[in-house]
């Protein structure tokens, strides 16, 4: 069974700094992961999708990487700002499964 | 991408009675998601439905407690049953884009009171 595993649970940051959240899985046979955000009580919106075969993703101040074979992601986002206040979530899906096994989350606070 | 409209968005519902949920998806898909978020939880899926048969439930998940309909390839509906203060949750369908990822719809907050 696929875990996955996102460190700190939670951070605080003043603005203008980078923040760095971690995801971990345990099998390493992943189809591809995904990083989501949520904001309190909503649903889940759509960072970046990084596919098995790729070592990293970028939109705008994010940038996600990808190490299969250590089971690790890490989500960069440069110059936070308090609109990057929210959870962020890690999700994976394993070769031949359409299910996503989500971490955690992250809920990051970012101070004006 | 596909775009799924949820509704409700929230409701406080009483001890006893059952909320549907319905999900809109502006393409047709093959099979759609339904996740639980209990409070301070990360998300947990319930079932998956595919249009023209019966959903396929995870475990700790029965059809009693969960029915869901798949109509058709653009439409899904779950209905949470005899609700209890345990089922207050958020409750999210999901697609997969395959190549975009999952798209999630905006979530149904529920409160059992």
């Known amino acids: 069974k696929q875990e996955v595993t996102q460190i700190p649970a939670a951070l605080s940051v003043p603005e203008g700094e980078n923040l760095v959240l971690n995801c971990s899985f345990t099998?390493?046979?992943?189809?591809?992961l995904q990083w989501f955000r949520q904001d309190p009580g909503k649903g889940l919106t759509s960072l970046l999708l990084?596919?098995?075969?790729?070592r990293e993703q970028t939109s705008g101040r994010l940038n996600a990487s990808l190490d299969k074979s250590s089971g690790r992601s890490t989500l960069y986002i440069a110059a936070s700002q308090p609109g990057d206040s929210a959870t962020y979530l890690c999700a994976v899906s394993l070769s031949g499964d359409y299910k996503l096994s989500f971490g955690a989350g992250t809920t990051v606070t970012v101070r004006a | 991408s596909a775009v799924i409209s949820q509704k409700p968005s929230r409701d406080i519902c009483q001890r006893g009675t059952s909320l549907t949920i319905q999900c809109q998806v502006d393409s047709q898909v093959t099979m759609m998601f339904w996740y639980r978020q209990q409070p301070g939880q990360s998300l947990t899926l319930i079932a998956t439905a595919n249009q023209g048969s019966e959903a396929t439930y995870e475990s700790g998940f029965v059809i009693d407690k969960f029915p869901i309909s798949r109509p058709n390839l653009t439409f899904s509906t779950l209905t949470v049953s005899n609700m209890s203060p345990e089922d207050s949750s958020i409750y999210l369908c999901?697609?997969?884009?395959?190549?975009?990822?999952?798209?999630f719809g905006s979530g149904t907050r529920l409160t059992v009171v």
């Open positions: 999901s697609v997969d884009g395959t190549n975009y990822g999952y798209t």
């Open positions: 099998d390493s046979a992943i189809y591809n």
């Open positions: 990084i596919q098995s075969s790729q």
